[in-house]
């Protein structure tokens, strides 16, 4: 019997010893759960919603960009091509300024020249304009030579044109400009 009396008492002791562990770990949670502030859901639907907006604002952005990017790549395609051609443009002129607009070969040079400009034209290609006040942004200053009675950083002289790609310069007018 005593040996029951002891069974009994040892299982006693292990139940005590249980519920004071299990009591120790409500006290526990009890504390972690003082100390983190329970989420409201409303506030976090809020958040995700913040989230997805700025995520969809983000992406219409880089579409914009990416498509900004696509015209800009469409529009100056053949800016390597063109800046190619400027030198027979350069040889066209100078020989329709050597040549006699009488002659027949003459007269033939200036159509194609005419035409080629007109399909440039058509490409974007416009001539800068090289008269007047120096532009850094747009002339390129060869010489710099002093005259009486101009004022300074004025153009005196072009000495090759220049062109621009639609708004862009794809070569500066080389010019002769006052001190």
């Known amino acids: 019997m005593d040996d029951v009396k002891q069974e009994k008492v040892n299982s006693e002791e292990t139940d005590f010893e249980e519920t004071e562990i299990e009591h120790e770990n409500i006290e526990q949670e009890e504390e972690i759960s003082e100390e ?11 958040i995700l919603k ?50 006699n607009s009488e002659d027949a070969f003459c007269q033939g040079v200036k159509m194609i020249y005419d035409e080629m400009m007109k399909i440039l034209t058509e490409a974007g290609l416009s001539e800068v304009e090289a008269d007047g006040v120096f532009d850094p942004n747009l002339h390129h200053a060869v010489f710099a030579e002093e005259k009486e009675g101009v004022e300074p950083d004025r153009i005196l002289e072009v000495l090759q044109k220049g062109y621009c790609l639609h708004e862009r310069v794809i070569r500066p007018a080389m010019v002769k400009v006052s001190k």
């Open 50 to 99: 913040d989230q997805l907006l700025r995520l969809q604002a983000d992406f219409e952005n880089f579409r914009n960009r990416k498509e900004k990017e696509r015209l800009s790549t469409i529009k100056y395609a053949n800016e390597g091509l063109i800046v190619k051609l400027l030198s027979v443009v350069d040889n066209l002129e100078r020989a329709l300024e050597k040549g």
């Open 36 to 46: 983190i502030p329970e989420k409201n859901p409303t506030d976090e639907k809020q």
